[in-house]
């Protein structure tokens, strides 16, 4: 079989699938040349059979010293996953999202400019919908949980990315991949930073290796999380209860896969919103409409020069309480959350007719 379609048969087992697409096809023929994609196509998922280099040795016909010497040049490139000295496939998500973390002194550089192009065009035209139209969402709103102290700036209270963030033993702070393909394409609207994303313990020592991002303490990884909730970005998270974590993002309308697929790609269930909701004190309030302006998605007006919320439309992300005195995040219940990471993939899976494991 050819290599491409049998890496490509291999990512549709799990709970996301590979485009269908001749631009994937092209894309993934730029970051895996044939020679290395004839070895990946040997790889099976990381939930599946891993592989140890001497079965792939085996498989290749080569000698073992030169076959480790192939494998951990594309573990260091972001190519293929080293889990316990056996190798695994990348997930689609992780393929769709390395080759473009990239610093904006690479952006000019003709092959990333090139895989910029096509993953936009492929996730824009079809895949956005097999990344965001299942029922559960994969992503999950988190907020901020008290306001932010206005003559510093600063966030005195984040309980639930906290939580996170002090169970992880390794932090990495790593280069935005959905604000990395805008400004590689120079259609970028916003000017948030590019190092943006939280990247947690497996997940974050991968990105680190690779070079993609840098390894920070939990108390440099708060002063961000204060920075970006100052800017009014959307703090993401894996839509489960229970660690393992692999990332916190701060995310923007502009950019981000989640939000745009939400926003602007017509998919509402691209991510869910968090256990939380706006509560405005509306007789403190002073009708300044700062809280409006905020608001990414549209849940909030002035009406008698007094704001109100739209409970349907509030994602719980605590923009507009971070910089309002009157306003609080109260605690509601809004849809039950899978256990954990494995459990949430899991239920993607089934409910599109696929084995997660």
Partial sequence: MDPYKKIIQTLNKLAIAAPNSEEFLEYLKLYFPEEDAKIIAYLDNFTGKTLSARNIAKKINKDLDETKAILERMVNEGKILKINNRYALHTIIDIFDIPIMVPKEMKTDEKVKKMAELSKEFFDKEWNKEIFGSNRPFLRVIPINQTIDLPEQKVTNADEISKRLKQAKTIVKAICPCRARMEILNIRKCDYPLESCLMLDFHGDLIAKIGKGKVISYEEAMEWVNEAT???LVHLVENCDEGPYFFVCSCCPCCCIGLRGMLELGNPRAVAPSNFIAVIDTDSCTGCGYCIDRCHFGALELKNDKAIVDKNK???????AAI?????MEKVER?????????LYDEI???????FF
């Fill in 324 to 328: 309002c005195p009157f306003i609080k």
């Fill in 349 to 355: 899976s089934k409910e599109k007719g696929r084995a």
């Fill in 230 to 232: 100052r800017l009014g």
């Fill in 335 to 343: 849809e039950p959350l899978p256990k954990n990471l494995l459990s």
């Fill in 314 to 320: 509030c994602m719980g992300c605590s923009n507009c």
